[in-house]
């Protein structure tokens, strides 16, 4: 079964900093493209970063300068750093595993799967 388990949120103090971990297991990790979204009370879940499978990445405007995802393949584990954190940064931030189509020796790979969240709540 495939299980993408997040850690690292928590209480944090505005202007702080927060790295979150995603580990994966049981998909063919470098050929996904790893995706962070979030959810903050009564709003929609929202993508905030996501990196390829080639390593490029891209930001909601909203988090451009203070986020960075990154990957590490031999770890299997997708990375979110969160610098200067603002009160509004306060969600859930879950972890999206998607193949986007990808063609893998052969075989199509269409189904995405999500991990469980973990909160980040920013206050003083």
């Known amino acids: 079964q495939v299980q993408l388990v997040e850690s690292g949120g928590g209480l944090v103090q505005p202007g702080g900093s927060l790295r979150l971990s995603c580990a994966a297991s049981?998909?063919?990790?470098?050929?996904?493209?790893m995706e962070w979204y979030r959810q903050a009370p009564g709003k929609q879940r929202e993508l905030v970063a996501d990196?390829?499978?080639?390593?490029?990445?891209n930001y909601a405007d909203s988090v451009k300068g203070r986020f960075t995802i990154s990957r590490d393949n031999a770890k299997n584990t997708v990375y979110l750093q969160i610098d200067s954190l603002k009160p509004e940064d306060t969600a859930v931030y879950y972890c999206?595993?998607?193949?986007?189509?990808?063609?893998?020796?052969?075989?199509?790979?269409?189904?995405?799967?999500w991990g469980q969240g973990t909160q980040v709540t920013v206050s003083a």
């Open positions: 999206h595993a998607d193949p986007r189509g990808r063609n893998y020796y052969g075989t199509i790979y269409t189904r995405a799967y």
């Open positions: 990196i390829t499978s080639g390593g490029s990445t």
């Open positions: 049981r998909i063919i990790f470098s050929i996904y493209a």
